[in-house]
């Protein structure tokens, strides 16, 4: 799940795992984090294709509705900072939104851990951004 993380007591959209923001990887484009996350789940063609091609607004739906790989729960979070190391890297403009950000990332729209570890990749991001190496 996600939403928009707050910083200095703003909302940024960019930073919301189901923002659209179009990316590429290995010859796939998905429009967004949470479509990749998403689709990352399957552990079949037939599942991820029903991911990826299920609507914007039914991708998360789709993505509990298939069989999990088996690695799932010890790959997701590596898995979540990929997405987001393409969707920033992939879109120059977004990363320049994040970039320019200054203190705490605060993210409170899905589950306690998952609030932990969107804020962690978050983190992660801005400073890849802000030392130039993203």
């Known amino acids: 799940m996600g939403g928009p993380a707050l910083i200095n007591g703003s909302q940024v959209p960019e930073t919301d795992n189901f923002f659209p ?11 967004s984090a949470e479509q990749y996350f998403q689709c990352a789940k399957a552990c079949n063609v037939r599942d991820f294709q029903y991911v990826l091609h299920s609507p914007v607004h039914s991708m998360y739906a789709a993505g509990q509705n ?20 393409l969707k920033y890297r992939q879109n120059p403009q977004i990363a320049a939104v994040l970039g320019k950000t200054e203190g705490p990332i605060l993210c409170t729209s899905s589950t306690p851990f998952w609030n932990e570890k969107n804020c962690y990749i978050l983190n992660e991001i801005r400073a890849l951004i802000k030392d130039g190496l993203l």
């Open 21 to 31: 923001a179009s990316f590429e990887e290995n010859g796939i484009r998905y429009q």
């Open 66 to 85: 298939i069989t999990l790989r088996t690695d799932w729960e010890n790959i997701k979070v590596k898995i979540m900072f990929h997405a987001n190391y």
